[in-house]
Structure formats: C-alpha cells, structure tokens
C-alpha cells in the first residue's frame, strides 16, 4: 500500500504537535533542604548540597526560606 505525501504530512504535524505538548506540561520545582556547616554550625537553604563540611540538617521544604515543610507542588 502507497501512502500519498498529503497523509505522511499529517503524520508529521500530528507527532510534532504531540512532543511540544508533552514539552509544555508543568513540572513540580526540587524540594529545599536545610544544611548545617560543620566549620560553623550556621544554617543554609538549598535545593543542593553546598559541597564538603555540610550536613543535612532538615527538610524537604517546599520555599527558599524553608520555612514550609513538604515539597513543591504537593497539596496540604
């Protein structure tokens, strides 16, 4: 069976239009945890662990302040 070019046309439309819509779906940002410096003892809120002589002290939070415990996007 041939396919006439107006149909694998289509095809093409139909694939692109589904990858840029399964591109465009929301995604839930990294949840914030508070680590502890070793040298110090001071605190520090972020998404990633700040390098050597940090400590996880607490989390996940849902904000940069990490004041709202859970994680981003999960209902309450």
């Known amino acids: 069976m041939k396919l006439h070019a ?3 046309t289509c095809a093409r439309l ?3 239009a589904l990858s840029c819509a ?3 779906l929301p995604a839930a ?3 914030w945890y ?3 410096s070793q040298f110090n003892g001071e605190f520090y809120c972020t998404q990633l662990k700040p390098g050597e002589g940090w400590v996880l002290a607490d989390g996940p939070f849902r904000d940069a302040g990490c004041r ?3 994680r981003p996007g999960e209902r309450r």
Do not use: I, M
């Open 14 to 16: 139909f694939a692109l």
């Open 22 to 24: 399964s591109g465009a």
């Open 34 to 36: 508070q680590w502890r």
């Open 29 to 31: 940002s990294a949840p």
């Open 68 to 70: 709202q415990k859970g």
């Open 6 to 8: 107006s149909h694998l």
